[in-house]
């Protein structure tokens, strides 16, 4: 059923305003059925994908990392602190541990971009229908906006996860780089569908620019919740349901304001 906008809930001022309620109308929406059947694809993506890493990549990756840790000084920093076999215990410790901080990112990367490309046009359609009847579709090519999109972002999520994984050795880096990253890919990704599909050019480049710090607070909000496990399973159509509230509500007060804003400019130039 449609729900009216309730324009005193509006986002128009403020670069936060508007991110609590669409957290708030995604949590709503997710309880649909519809939308809670729209949970598995990407679950299922993610385990198969990360099945078959760990089973192609596992023995390869482990065996690489082994010889990297051996070849490296870790040996000779820590064999007059521990002694030989207490190295090749933390070794056989911390290699498992690397490889899992590798592959699982990946897979979860490709989980996100499967629910961004294929699960989104359902969250969207949805949303249409029941909350946004009056916001018109005007965008065009959206669905190859949405792959390109999705796969330079996995390519920089992917690239710059590795890059800096040395960097988790000093521990407060670990947790702020995976919640960098993370950020990154939920903000980056899940905007740009959140709007390819209803907005023209024109205005998709204003929402992006004026919504900016909203999308990345929405990005940064869901990057945070993805680091409790359970939240897996329900952050890749969850966070594009709170991504397409956002991003549709303030599309539709955008035009709202032009709506209103035309006349009263037009009535100026006639007095004039």
Known sequence: ??????????????????????????????LHPRMIFALFLPVIVTLVLGSILIWLGWSPLTEWLSDSLTESSVP?????????????VLKAWMIPIIA??????????????????????????????????DVK???????LISVWN??????????????????????????????????????RMMRIDAVADH??????????????????????ICALLNLLPPAWVFLPVFSGLVF??????????KRDLSVTTEPALIESYTKE
């Open 150 to 187: 999705a796969v330079w972002v996995s390519i920089v999520f992917m690239t710059g996860w590795l890059v800096t994984l040395p960097l988790w050795l000093i521990p407060p880096l670990g947790m702020i780089l995976s919640v960098f990253w993370w950020t990154f890919a939920f903000s």
């Open 244 to 253: 397409a509230h956002f991003g549709l509500e303030a599309l539709r007060q």
């Open 137 to 143: 579709p005007r965008g065009r090519h959206a669905f």
């Open 1 to 30: 059923m449609y729900t009216n906008p309730q324009s005193k809930s509006s986002q128009s001022d403020g670069p936060f305003n508007g991110v609590g309620q669409a957290f708030l109308r995604a949590l709503r929406s997710q």
């Open 199 to 220: 907005a023209s050019s024109e205005e998709r480049k204003s929402l992006l620019q004026d919504r900016n710090i909203g999308f990345w607070s929405i990005g940064l």
């Open 76 to 88: 000779g920093m820590v064999d007059p602190v521990i002694g030989t076999a207490g190295f090749l």
């Open 100 to 133: 899992v901080i590798i592959l699982l990112p990946l897979a979860g990367i490709v989980g996100l971009a499967v629910a961004a490309v294929w699960i989104m046009p359902m969250v969207l359609a949805h949303l249409s229908r029941h909350n946004y009847p």
